[in-house]
């Protein structure tokens, strides 16, 4: 899962001059350096697949920290005993013993499917290309991206003597874009005490360009829940050339419709006030008026009614479920006995998803259909908006891009810190890393990342990591 974009309303009416390259680049040998690794961990298959080996990429990149000189009993190359294929990597900086806790560094190794045949013909997805301005490959922006940046930023660091007021952690995980280990909840599971932190860095965030314009730095701080229930219509059925008013598809269709009509209350949670109040003015018009009051007052229906048309929006506004998958019948010459559906819920952190069942089986119940969950939905607390944390990224996003706004979010969809939340680990999704919100490739067709905005990237995470681990900003 990598950085959602918000919305392309909240982007009309701002576009940022880009700052200098010089101010934002890295020095060259750095750059030359982060490449290197970046080109490595392309080139290696992390799917979840035969061919995928995600040990190989922990065991490359723990190689290049060893080579740098970190001591051997501070990188740790981490592999379930029943998914030798698996593999993750945790690593220790090691800072002053001040007694603040560390800070942790999370990204995923593992990448989804790519097939050659899937791509434009000259680009293989697991070659590391460049051309014309960008880095080709499976995982450029997600997220091995973020990947390269920590392990070349921890070289960095160390080449420059920097010595952090507490220990800088770093994990590379397996199995986030799916499979059956997913590194963090491994290693909350058997290596907590490796991993343990004051809070985590990890994607879900970055920035938002449009015509080449950076717009906001976002941060996400918050994520939906994820829940599936199934909605089942059932009949005694009988013969099609006598068909009757009652039939479970048509209860089911009567139930689906429904559904695409109902609406969840409006419920904002910290993140998604702060989303829309700092918006607003970037958004100006009816939509910026809309966002203002909806904060002021969170009953104003016709302010809801108005951001709700974005999609973007309206996610973040309440819960939302939707129809994914039909099933019905099982003769074409006979009325169906049985017909279910999958609906998708993305529940909100604070709502309760009991709550969600009672209001879908109170709708469906009119058409006599029953509504089940699928599961467990599994808790994602949001995460606070700290001055601590916020206060060094809206400075150091400053300084490198004069006038782009920094925007907290909360995502629509799941990261690997849904594990970390709710094992009381806060996470901030932020990275620098900016992208076109039109042209979003991330696992799609010729994946690509602007060259220098990878590069921009490492210089915002280098700075910002340093002033949250007493380094000041570079």
């Known amino acids: 899962m990598k950085r959602l974009v918000t919305t392309t309303a909240a982007v009309a009416a701002v576009l940022v001059a880009p700052a200098l390259r010089a101010q934002t680049m890295p020095p060259e040998e750095y750059q030359a350096l982060a490449r290197s690794i970046f080109s490595e961990l392309i080139r290696i298959n992390t799917t979840n697949t035969e061919r995928g080996d995600n040990t190989a990429a922990a065991t490359a990149l723990a190689r290049r920290l060893l080579d740098a000189g970190f001591a051997e009993e501070d990188v740790h190359v981490l592999v379930p005993a029943d998914a030798p294929r698996k593999g993750n990597l945790v690593a220790v900086y090691r800072g002053r013993e001040t007694g603040r806790e560390p800070i942790l560094l999370l990204a995923h190794i593992d990448v989804v499917e790519a097939l050659p045949e899937d791509w434009s013909p000259d680009i293989d997805p697991f070659e590391f290309i460049e051309r014309d301005g960008f880095y080709y490959g499976r995982g450029v922006t997600d997220d091995k991206d973020e990947a390269a940046i920590h392990v070349a930023n921890f070289i960095r660091w160390k080449r420059e003597g920097f010595v952090p007021d507490r220990d800088i952690i770093v994990a590379l995980?397996?199995?986030?874009?799916?499979?059956?280990?997913?590194?963090?909840?491994y290693l909350l599971e058997e290596h907590r005490d490796?991993?343990?932190?004051?809070?985590?860095?990890n994607e879900g965030g970055g920035g938002m360009e449009k015509n080449g314009r950076k717009i906001s730095n976002n941060v996400q701080a918050s994520e939906k829940k994820f829940l599936n229930f199934t909605f089942t219509g059932s009949n005694p059925?009988?013969?099609?050339?006598?068909?009757?008013?009652?039939?479970?598809?048509?209860?089911?269709?009567?139930?689906?419709?429904?559904?695409?009509?109902?609406?969840?209350?409006?419920?904002?949670?910290?993140?998604?006030?702060?989303?829309?109040?700092?918006?607003?003015?970037?958004?100006?018009?009816e939509m910026g008026d809309a966002m203002r009051r909806v904060v002021a007052n969170p009953g104003d229906r016709a302010a809801a009614a108005t951001l709700s048309v974005e999609p973007g929006y309206n996610s973040r506004l309440r819960t939302t479920c939707v129809a994914t998958l039909l099933e019905g019948g099982h003769a074409s010459n006979a009325l169906p006995q049985l017909a279910t559906a999958n609906v998708n819920c993305r529940i909100l952190p604070d709502?309760?998803?009991?709550?969600?069942?009672?209001?879908?089986?109170?709708?469906a119940a009119r058409y006599d259909v029953t509504v089940e969950a699928a599961g467990e939905a599994r808790p994602s607390p949001p995460s606070p908006l700290t001055d601590e944390v916020l206060g060094p990224i809206e400075r150091i996003t400053e300084q490198m891009w004069p006038g782009?706004?920094?925007?907290?979010?909360?995502?629509?969809?799941a990261t690997d810190g849904l594990y970390l939340r709710r094992s009381g680990i806060p996470v901030y999704g932020v990275s620098g890393l900016f992208g076109d919100m039109d042209d979003v490739r991330a696992h799609g067709q010729d994946e690509r990342i602007r060259v220098?905005?990878?590069?921009?990237?490492?210089?915002?995470?280098?700075?910002l990591v340093k002033a949250l681990s007493g380094g000041g900003i570079a």
């Open 404 to 413: 782009v706004r920094v925007l907290p979010v909360m995502s629509t969809g």
């Open 237 to 285: 059925g009988g013969h099609s050339s006598l068909p009757v008013k009652k039939n479970a598809i048509y209860d089911l269709a009567g139930a689906l419709r429904a559904l695409q009509e109902h609406e969840f209350p409006v419920m904002l949670n910290e993140v998604t006030e702060a989303f829309f109040s700092r918006s607003a003015d970037l958004v100006g018009g």
């Open 194 to 201: 490796l991993i343990d932190a004051e809070y985590a860095l």
């Open 452 to 463: 220098q905005n990878f590069y921009e990237g490492m210089e915002f995470l280098y700075r």
């Open 173 to 185: 995980t397996a199995d986030e874009e799916g499979g059956p280990r997913n590194g963090v909840e």
């Open 351 to 363: 709502h309760d998803p009991d709550d969600v069942l009672r209001g879908l089986q109170a709708m």
